[in-house]
């Protein structure tokens, strides 16, 4: 990548690359080892849920050697293990191969005793993959709360409040069927702030929110659900509070978070002589009135830019969501309608270029990372037919970018550690 900022680099490479190591630097094989402990000689169990989590199990046996236990991760994203199970299941929305999988990691958790250690790992999607429905509450009822949750616009967090309590296993839930056993609890972060509490909707970690706050969100994001859903969110949660007893032998720790990511991509993009600025890491709102506001951030930082300066790169992590409009049929992501949002506020402005991109490898509802555009975005729309306002109003950024090209297709990355965006400015001279 030294060449990139010369006249003879390729934007779009350069922003691939960073967008490879901020991946990189939150591969659990290299993340993962570090933080275990050595193999304790009593039994030990390793469950997890979340894209990340056989990826997880696979760095624990290269370490520790065949264990046994069971993780729950998205189809495709299976890893070989030796000694511990893994189940794939669906994502976003639950199936069955999940709940089944969830009820049989609290019987075995539950099998645990004092002497023993409980090895979790956590990381994005979780929350959707380790499905054990309150009492009262079917399969079918998660499922359409979990759609009609990811077409609101809700934000993640406030999205896992409403999903806790409607579980029997998240919220501490988990760490508590563990007790008196003694449990790790390794995350991957894909939550802004990095709260345990938030990530995979905390199943090792206590919450002190209440079923009246769940039914607060349904109500603020206009999400109609099923009566048995508003009969359980008006009895008794199972989500376990803060400082219960059955918290007491549990640790959690973060191992991999956006920030690191996002500090590896700046010190690569630095390596290719690149100025760097990062926006934060945790980022939210609607992706598309996001994407103007970097827009016009963006065109006052090429309007500053003078002969010789070197490229600029702003950096942003967190994670954007898509409110999807009424009657909308597209295919989309926050990652892609923030590219596609981006590239209509641009206007085709001389010498921008952007990426945005999951770092799971799965923006939305595609088999696609996200997309990267530049000044071209538009007038290959123009050629190819597309109408990149109508593609927007339709929340189908996805079908956009796969008719003009810039789609970013990485398959699954087997870790995830939120949304990656990077918008490269250049000198007038290149």
């Keep these: 990548m030294d060449d990139i900022a010369t006249p003879a680099g390729d934007p779009g490479n350069l ?11 939150a591969d659990p094989m290299r993340v993962v080892p570090a933080h275990l402990p050595p193999r304790p000689k009593g039994r030990v169990v390793v469950v997890g849920a979340g894209k990340a989590s056989a990826r997880m199990a696979e760095a624990v046996e290269a370490t520790w050697g065949p264990v046994e236990g069971l993780v729950i991760t998205r189809h495709g994203h299976a890893r ?6 893994v189940v794939e299941a669906a994502h976003p929305v639950p199936d069955a191969a999940g709940a089944a999988a969830a009820a049989r990691m609290l019987a075995l958790v539950a099998g645990c005793g004092g002497d023993d250690l409980v090895l979790a790992l956590i990381s994005g999607g979780a929350s959707a993959l380790l499905v054990a429905p309150a009492p009262g509450l079917t399969l079918d009822d998660k499922r359409r709360v979990n759609a009609a949750l990811l077409d609101s616009g809700a934000p993640i967090d406030r999205m896992n409040v409403v999903r806790k309590h409607l579980s029997r296993v998240k919220g501490g839930q988990l760490a508590a069927a563990a007790f008196p056993a003694r449990m790790l609890a390794l995350m991957i972060s894909d939550v802004a702030g990095d709260d345990p509490a938030m990530i995979g909707s905390g199943p090792t970690v206590g919450d002190a929110s209440t079923p009246a706050d769940a039914l607060a969100v349904l109500d603020r994001w206009r999400v109609a659900v099923p009566d048995p859903v508003t009969a359980a969110l008006q009895g008794r949660s199972g989500v376990v509070p803060p400082g219960d007893p059955r918290l007491s032998r549990v640790e959690n720790r973060v191992i991999a978070a956006p920030a690191q990511s996002l500090e590896a991509a700046a010190g690569a993009a630095r390596a290719a002589r690149c100025e ?6 945790r980022l939210e709102g609607e992706a598309r009135d996001i994407a103007r506001d970097h827009a016009a951030l963006a065109m006052r930082e090429r309007a500053a830019r003078r002969p010789g300066d070197p490229a600029l790169l702003l950096l942003s992590g967190g994670e954007l969501t898509v409110t999807r409009r009424p009657g909308a049929a597209g295919i989309g992501g926050p990652n892609a309608e923030y590219a596609l949002a981006l590239a209509v506020a641009l206007e085709g402005a001389p010498g921008i270029h952007a990426l945005a991109c999951d770092s799971d490898g799965i923006d939305g509802a595609a088999e696609v990372a996200g997309a990267v555009i530049g000044p071209d975005t538009l007038a290959r729309a123009a050629r190819a037919g597309r109408d990149p306002g109508a593609a927007l109003d339709g929340n189908d950024s996805h079908g956009f970018f796969a008719a003009v090209g ?3 297709v990485t398959g699954p990355t087997l870790t995830n550690v939120n949304d990656f965006r990077a ?4 000198p007038p001279d290149l």
């Design 276 to 281: 760097v600025r990062i926006l934060g890491d």
């Design 15 to 25: 922003l691939r690359g960073l967008f490879a190591a901020a991946v990189a630097r």
């Design 406 to 408: 810039g789609q970013v």
């Design 423 to 426: 918008i490269l400015i250049l």
């Design 80 to 85: 070989p293990t030796r000694g511990i199970e």
